[in-house]
């Protein structure tokens, strides 16, 4: 019987040097990734630094070589890190790390499908900063980039996460709110317009947040394009009417019968304009 070859290959035409097209293949850990290519040889790729120096010597006691050095191995794993962070570059936004416009199309896509499939609504959460363009022309975008990164890192710190945060254009940002309804969708937004104003003035800048929001319910047939049309509208609204203000569709405030007084008085506080306020605690103060 003819006699089986062992060695460790080093050949990329024989194997994808890639460790995680390896592992995916073959399902073996680091310590050796086996592939049958000819009936007479076995081709071993070992890696040598997730090898023991008492494996190394077991394996060249059974006759395997090793062909992989070191440096090749931390070349590979190096273009590794760099295919990977290619990879990110083409969904984030480089100067603030948030997803980029491209991502945030394609995920608005998917989480409509999602609602549709699952009769879970989701909500989008449009922003553009108010007087931005006026930081940049006066205090240069130097300083403007500075207040995007420092707003894009309490993002980070303080979003979900199951949420998407996108930058949708210069000084304009997309967070998309899976499985969320249309009234936490408001009271989140109403956090990020707080966070937003305080890293404005921790900058001492003239910076503010009109924010449109809306809910894409499970039964809506509406398109991704159509349904952006929807909440840009809102946010038109919110910059037409002061800026520095948050739009939404009429939210249905429970009934009195289901949540006490002080829980509904909070609730009208929280959504209902200023101008409607006051009339319905006069209302709410004539039934007593």
């Known amino acids: 019987m003819k006699a089986v070859k062992k060695t ?52 060249l006691s059974h006759g395997f070589s090793f062909k992989l050095k070191d440096d090749l191995l931390h070349s590979l794993i190096r273009l590794e890190k760099e295919n990977h962070h290619l990879k990110s570059l083409s969904v984030t936004d480089e100067l603030t790390g948030v997803y980029n416009k491209r991502f945030f199309s394609r995920q608005l896509t998917v989480e409509i499908v999602r609602a549709q499939r699952t009769g879970e609504p989701f909500c989008l959460i449009f922003i553009d900063l108010d007087n931005f363009k006026i930081v940049n022309d006066t205090l240069g975008h130097t300083k403007g980039d ?46 990020w317009h707080e966070i937003f104003s305080q890293v404005a003035k921790d900058m001492n800048l003239p910076v503010s947040s009109s924010i449109g929001v809306d809910q894409f319910s499970a039964s809506s047939r509406q398109s991704a394009q159509e349904f952006l049309h929807q909440v840009d509208q809102l946010l038109y609204k919110a910059k037409k009417t002061g800026k520095g203000k948050i739009t939404h569709p009429d939210i249905e405030i429970p009934d009195s019968k289901a949540v006490t007084r002080e829980e509904r008085e909070l609730l009208y506080h929280i959504f209902q304009p200023s101008g409607q306020k006051q009339h319905l605690r006069k209302k709410d103060k004539g039934k007593n």
């Open 146 to 191: 500075e207040f995007l990164v420092k707003m894009c890192r309490q993002i980070n710190l303080n979003i979900r996460p199951t949420d998407f945060a996108c930058r949708f254009g210069g000084d304009e940002f997309a967070i998309i709110l899976p499985a969320t309804s249309l009234l936490d969708g408001v009271k989140i937004a109403k956090r």
């Open 8 to 59: 460790a290959l080093l050949a990329s035409q024989t194997l994808p040097l890639t460790l995680e097209n390896i592992f995916k293949k073959t399902g073996l850990k680091p310590a050796a990734a086996l592939e049958q290519k000819k009936p007479q040889t076995e081709f071993i790729l070992i890696l040598a630094e997730s090898v023991s120096p008492a494996q190394r010597a077991k394996l």
